[in-house]
Structure formats: structure tokens, C-alpha cells
């Protein structure tokens, strides 16, 4: 058994790793041809952050790997033997905490180049090392004290329901739909500044494009995001009469009024078709299948692992398969997400008029050419990773000529240069 679980991981790594392959040799290929969307300066810079992003993922998926097979051989029993308390209880937190900061400190290396060096160099990284200390001290303390009590939770139904695994299930949901309502809340008290909009024309239009949905908001903010990152972006949180959009400063700094409604009407598709809820759904099966599976090992994988089954490691090995049965999911959500994508462009189009297709397409160019997104991705790398279809196949529903572009050529060409 104990076999099996490794081969399925070490699977689920290659097949990742191969899939960023695939997409370093794809990118490289077409970052030579003629520009698509971009100028053909941009094109390449696009290209080149494209790749160089899949180069430090397939680093940390070697790490990753490393890490796991660590965990399974020799790490769990190394926190069980250096961690001791009285208190069973405090002893499975403390063990499963260890855990969670152990991996937390490995990652941060690559949370520190991702930003201050890839981003850096590519114009993103507007964050300073005392900020970057800051948010990591932040994140640290709230992983501490929220983790524990999500820990003690989870333990608390182990050791006092049979049907353990479904109760868990219910509990972490229900800590999920949580967290989609007080995002924005905790965004603002401990991150990201918001405060009112103060342009009271575009305000108006903003609810008045709300309005045509029935969607009723706590108000429209505006979040300083620039002190950290020149991307654009935006973003509905909270649900009922809590509910707020967050427009990120650098979105307006960079649209245009109508542009920017035409964001917002998109936003607004995905609230009229329900797709929050649709992908908040999607999460519960996952989470659902995830504990079914860790809920009933047989307890020769424990013998195995020449430990017994406590709380503690049935919730290590439930983090540690996580990443696989969300890589194995990722498909089939990527299917429906995009979908939906298309779905809400239609309806965002629709909203702003008689030129709401162009202006949602200005917005989508201008977003590509800010965000420096490459527009070309191999249809493995798609399948796998996108929620939102290619830009360019948005752009040809929206009634725009984007030219030929010849992706056929790339195939089966695929130079790594890793």
C-alpha cells in the first residue's frame, strides 16, 4: 500500500514536471515568430517570464518531491520523537503545526525569488524586503493561531465520531465558504489598504451596472495592491449585503472608464450565472473525495509506515495527497471554469452596450500587455492549468480579428532549454 501511494505521487510529479517541459519548449519556440497581441518587444519579455516561471516550477517540484518522500520516510517519526506533551491533545497540534511551518520555511526561498527576483526584473515587484518581512511575519502568526484551531477541530471529530471523515468534511467546507465571506474583511485589516471611491461619476455607473444583475454590494473600494505589484486586477468578496468590489489602484490607473466597466461586467456574469457557488461546489467534491479516501486506509499502511494511526498522521497524509487529487481535479474544474469564462465575457459585453465586445476586448489587450501574459500555451499546459480559456480564443468570441496565428508549427518541436 505504502508503495502504491508513492508511486501515485511520484506520478502525479512527472506528469507536472513534463507539462511544464512541454510548456518551456512550446514558449520558446513561439516567442521567435511574429508577435501576437503585444509588440514584439513585449512578446519576447512575455515569453521569456513565461518560461523562466516554469523553470522555478519545476525546481520547487523537485523539491516538493524531496520534501515528500522526506515526510514519508523519516519526517513524521522525527516530529513525533523530538515533540512531547502531556496533553494529547496539544501533542497532535504540535506535531501537525511542525508540519505546516517545516513546509512553510522551505517555500519561502521561492516566495522570496519568485517576487524579488523574476518579478523584480520584469517590472512587478513593487515591495519592499521590511513590507515582504511584514506580510511573511503576518501570514506566519495567522497560520499559527487560525491552523491550531482548525487542528484542534479536526482532532476534536476524530476522537469523538465514528464517521470521523464526514464530519471533518463538513467542518472544513463550512471553513471554506468562511473564508470566500471575510476575504476581503481579512484582506483589509492585515494587508491591503481599502478605502471608498471617491469618483462619484464612475461610482454611479459602477452601481448602476450592479443594478441590471441584482447585485447589491457594502460598496466599491479601491485597494493600494501598487505598494506590492504593478499587475492589474479586481475582485468580488464577501457574500449577501457583506459583499464589496475591490478594484485594484493599478486597474485604474491603466483603463478607461468603460473598460473598466466592461471588467466589472464580466465580474458581474460570473455573479448572475452563480459561478461562485459552481466553484465553491466543485472544492466540496474534491474535499469531499479527499476525506472519503483518507477516512478508510487500511491500517496496513500505518504498519507500514511503522507508526500508529493517530489524528495527527492521517491529517499529515491528508496535506501531503492534497496537491494530487487537486492536480487530478484541475482538468475537469479547468473545463467548466472556462466555460463559464465564456459565459461571463458574453454577458459583460452585453452590459456595456453597443460596444461593450470592443471594450471588453480593449480591456483583455491591455491586461495581456500590462500582466505581460503570454498569449500562446501548449494545449497540455492548457489543459491542465488554465481556468480561463487563451486570450486569443476570448477575443475571437468577442467578434475580434486577431489574425492567423500558426500553432501547429510549434508542435511536436518543442525545444526545453531548461
Not at 37 to 48: C, E, F, I, R, V
Not at 120 to 141: H, P, Q, R, W
Not at 204 to 230: C, Y
Not at 325 to 335: C, H, K, V
Request: charged residues 15%; proline residues 3%.
Amino acid at each position: 500500500m505504502l508503495m502504491s501511494i508513492v508511486g501515485v505521487y511520484t506520478l502525479y510529479v512527472l506528469i507536472s514536471i513534463y507539462t511544464s517541459v512541454m510548456q518551456i519548449g512550446f514558449v520558446n519556440q513561439a516567442k521567435r515568430k511574429s508577435a501576437v497581441l503585444l509588440t514584439q518587444n513585449d512578446y519576447l519579455k512575455a515569453g521569456n517570464y513565461a518560461v523562466a516561471k516554469e523553470k522555478l516550477s519545476i525546481i520547487n517540484s523537485f523539491v516538493d518531491y524531496l520534501l515528500f518522500v522526506a515526510w514519508i520516510g523519516f519526517g513524521i517519526s522525527f516530529l513525533e520523537q523530538n515533540l512531547f506533551f502531556q496533553d494529547t491533545t496539544i501533542m497532535n497540534i504540535a506535531i501537525v503545526m511542525g508540519f505546516l511551518l517545516i513546509n512553510s520555511l522551505v517555500s519561502l526561498p521561492f516566495a522570496y525569488y519568485q517576487k524579488f527576483v523574476l518579478d523584480k526584473e520584469y517590472g512587478f515587484n513593487k515591495s519592499t524586503m521590511a513590507l515582504f518581512v511584514k506580510d511573511t511575519l503576518i501570514a506566519f502568526v495567522m497560520t499559527i493561531v487560525l491552523g491550531s484551531l482548525v487542528i484542534w477541530g479536526i482532532y476534536a471529530i476524530i476522537t469523538n465520531f465514528a464517521l470521523w471523515w464526514l464530519w471533518s468534511f463538513v467542518f472544513i467546507f463550512a471553513i471554506v465558504i468562511l473564508i470566500n465571506m471575510l476575504y476581503p474583511t481579512f484582506r483589509a485589516m492585515f494587508f491591503d489598504k481599502l478605502t471608498p471611491l471617491q469618483d462619484a461619476t464612475l461610482d454611479e455607473e459602477i452601481k448602476n451596472l450592479m443594478q441590471k444583475t441584482g447585485f447589491v454590494s457594502s460598496g466599491v473600494f479601491i485597494s493600494d495592491a501598487s505598494k506590492r505589484d504593478a499587475r492589474l486586477n479586481a475582485y468580488f468578496g464577501g457574500f449577501g449585503r457583506a459583499k464589496r468590489v475591490v478594484l485594484f489602484d493599478t486597474l485604474l490607473e491603466k483603463l478607461t472608464t468603460k473598460e473598466l466597466l466592461a471588467v466589472l461586467g464580466h465580474e458581474l456574469g460570473h455573479f448572475a450565472h452563480g459561478d461562485i457557488y459552481k466553484n465553491i461546489a466543485m472544492v466540496g467534491v474534491m474535499l469531499f473525495a479527499m476525506f472519503a479516501l483518507f477516512g478508510n486506509l487500511p491500517e496496513s499502511l500505518f504498519l507500514e509506515l511503522g507508526m500508529s494511526q493517530t489524528p495527527y498522521l492521517t491529517m499529515i497524509l491528508l496535506m501531503l495527497f492534497m496537491p494530487v487529487l487537486g492536480f487530478i481535479m484541475m482538468p475537469i474544474m479547468g473545463i467548466v471554469s472556462r466555460h463559464n469564462e465564456y459565459a461571463a465575457d458574453k454577458m459583460g459585453s452585453e452590459l456595456g452596450g453597443a460596444a461593450g465586445s470592443i471594450e471588453l476586448a480593449n480591456a483583455l489587450q491591455k491586461l495581456v500587455t500590462e500582466n505581460k501574459s503570454f498569449p500562446l500555451s501548449h494545449p497540455l499546459y492548457i489543459f491542465f492549468h488554465y481556468t480561463h480559456p487563451p486570450v486569443l480564443e476570448r477575443l475571437k468570441e468577442l467578434g475580434v480579428n486577431v489574425g492567423n496565428v500558426d500553432e501547429s508549427s510549434l508542435e511536436g518541436k518543442c525545444e526545453a532549454n531548461i
